[in-house]
């Protein structure tokens, strides 16, 4: 309850994201002995809410988030920058999993910047993902291992903006529209990080979750929740003076905002007086 109305009042334009999410890890928390760890993968252009969902989902498993130790944050271009280490990082991400599920079951995993990654170093983890009872006398079954990339981004807009042309409503897209796209367009991404990878192969994603690219009445609402979450009064004149600010797409229709909500704070910071 307390993470769907915390995906209720935080995460806009997402019905997809929210719902796949929900129902992931409720079957995933009153699961008394999982079979493997859980393991999503959350594709969309930036500023539509990916690290936003993820740091949610953190909080509600260990509530200082990613101020916890039991949270683990990696960002591929930070902690795995160079094409010529991908050997080492391998074996430092193996350690690293080992060492910190072995202190905490129920540590949690997250791995931006995935469309960054070198191809090969995500493999790694693959033995912690698959469906064994322990790997060297550890149990990974009750860890979380979340995925952040802007792969598969495109595929996402285009089914969206294909749904709106043919006049259909953004909320009638399903999982299943979007999904086998994804699965397959990461797997023979090059920039994808998840390339050619055995993690998918062995199909050990549980989800590929699409987030949607957001619309104007979407880019309000974070307006608004900003404007909130700063202790100011909403004003409209000022919601819709950010939204117009924000550059859209496609050309001619403008349906879309490039940046999701990503430019929201620091627009609004410009029309504080």
Known sequence: AALKAQLDNRLFGQHLAKDVVLKAVLGFSNNPSPKKPLMLSLHGWAGTGK???????????????????????????????????????????QNWIRGNVSACPSSVFIFDEMDKMHP??????????????????????????????????????????????????????????????????????KNSGLWHSSIIDRNLIDYFVPFLPLEQRHVKMCVRAEMTARGYAVDEKIVQAVADEMTYFPKGQKIYSDKGCKTVQAKLDIHED
């Open 120 to 189: 090969g170093v995500i493999d790694a983890i693959k033995p912690f993902l698959d469906y064994y009872e322990e790997v060297d006398g550890v149990s990974y079954r009750k860890a979380i291992f979340i995925f952040l990339s802007n792969a598969g981004g495109d595929l996402i807009n285009k089914a969206a903006l294909d749904f709106w042309t043919s006049g259909k409503r953004r909320e009638d897209i399903q999982l299943k529209d979007l999904e086998p796209l994804l699965s397959v367009g990461v797997f023979n991404n």
């Open 51 to 93: 690290n936003f969902l993820s740091q949610i989902l953190a909080e509600q498993v260990h509530p200082a988030g990613l101020r916890s130790k039991f949270v683990h944050l990696f960002l591929a271009t930070l902690h795995f920058p160079h094409h010529d280490q991908v050997k080492l990082y391998k074996e430092q991400l």
